[in-house]
């Protein structure tokens, strides 16, 4: 066995047996059940199948907030813990819409390592290469697995050559699959020379590992009909000469990959992920900040939110605001600094997310994600810490690509209405831009079906019909440079200025040129696409 991975040999234990990851993939490879397995090992739950994410089943599971079952949205799901040997893993969710959203890249921010799942018979799909390129631009590392090996699935090298192509990484398989499809009996595992057998009967079972001396030991054919075993020697052999060895540093800097094939449905493959998370999925690592970096080990508590969820109970407007601990040890009871307003912030009723439950959390560590349940101060991009006025940059916020006026059916209703656009605002769920010039508002989105997601929340959660319409502008850019030059810009431009939600200034776009006129004469100012959120 290898070395597990450590570019942080100075931490705390408590802060190294942390691994906190996110799931990337295209829909139905099988994210959902990947989870359920591994809160299945992980003993957070007791059967798989209670945290289908979709449709009605998902509603089994726990109840706790009124949104859960309201919205089906479930706000445990978005960051689950679970324990598995000594290692305490945080899977944080992405959210599961197709629309490549700032959503997730966000959650990717909160972060230290991805899990790639892909399907055996369809590779790298479109959604899975978007997800890998955003983890890219932070340089996670990547663990690959490649999901439904009981299918008929392609040849284990094409897919292997196909991420390698696509992707643009070395790829390194940690195991490989025995027999396709019908005849899928197990893997190979080539970092530990084990024999991992599949048990079809029974898909909750943990396969059995059988101790073998290298590929030569006889023992393999009592239990790999001649014809398998025959293939298995002579790929397993090519591998090792045609791919590149595991090489741990490499998967720290996200320049290799490793990939083991299993079944997730069938429980199989995954505790070898697991053990690979543990060893190759890096502790909690240095967070970036202005004006010096976080390191975990430090003793003092900070941490940062990246999620912000919103409660369905019309009386309470209470949100979750989840926060990545990005150093030290957390107490519940803890009086933090709320940077951005410099307020003292005593956090009482913190949220761990045990997977079967939500629980008080009496305590966290650098790289747990807890949920702060507040009235709306903590937004996205916070920083938390002990009094130091720490900022964690690199949560940007992006223009939207879809622009709509939006009025509320009732003109009676337009504070009500305006209530509601900053609280989407602030949860991140759309841009909302006040044009200085005539009334109402307009919002934007990355995706058009996030336009009816907010229409019919609008509706749901404040009980106002609303109308969006057709925009003049087709995007958004905010304004950056000098206070005195932004104020000069925005004075001659008032048909194409707003404010966002923060009051920064936006300039509303209906062409190119109309970017290209500003960049040329106006040289003082400068049109962002991203703004980091503060
Ligand atoms: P998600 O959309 O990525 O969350 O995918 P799901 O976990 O919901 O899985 C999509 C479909 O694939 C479901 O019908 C699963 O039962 C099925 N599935 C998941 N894993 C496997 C597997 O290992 N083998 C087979 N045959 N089907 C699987």
Redesign the pocket.
Known sequence: MLDSATNRPELPAEIARRRTFAII??????????TEKFLLFGGAIQMAGQV???GEARRTRSDFMQMEKDRGISVSASAMSFDFKHFRYNLVDTP?HSDFSEDTYRTLTAVDAAVM?IDGAKGVESQTQKLFEVCRMRDLPILTFC?????ESRDTFDIIDEIQENLAIDVSPASWPIGVGPDFMGCYDMLNDRLELMDRADRNKVADSIEINGLGDPALAEHVPAHLLEKLIEDVEMARELLPALDPQSVLEGHMTPIWF?????S?GVKELMDGIGTYGPEPQIQRASPRAISPEEKKVSGFVFKVQANMDPKHRDRVAFVRLASGHFKRGMKLTHVRTKKPMAISNPVLFLASDRELAEEGWAGDIIGIPNHGQLRIGDTLTEGEALRVTGIPSFAPELLQGVRAGDPLKSKHLEKALMQFAEEGAAKVFKPTFGSGYIVGVVGALQFEVLASRIELEYGLPVRFDQSQFTSARWVLGEKKAVEAFAEANKLHIATDNDGDVVYLTRLQWDIDRVARDYPDVTLSATKEMM
């Not at 139905?28 to 059940?33: L, P, R």
């Open positions: 993939s295209h829909p139905d490879a099988g994210k959902t059940t990947l289908r994410a979709k599961g799942v999901n439904k090996m009981d299918r299993g079944s997730a449905i069938n199989f």
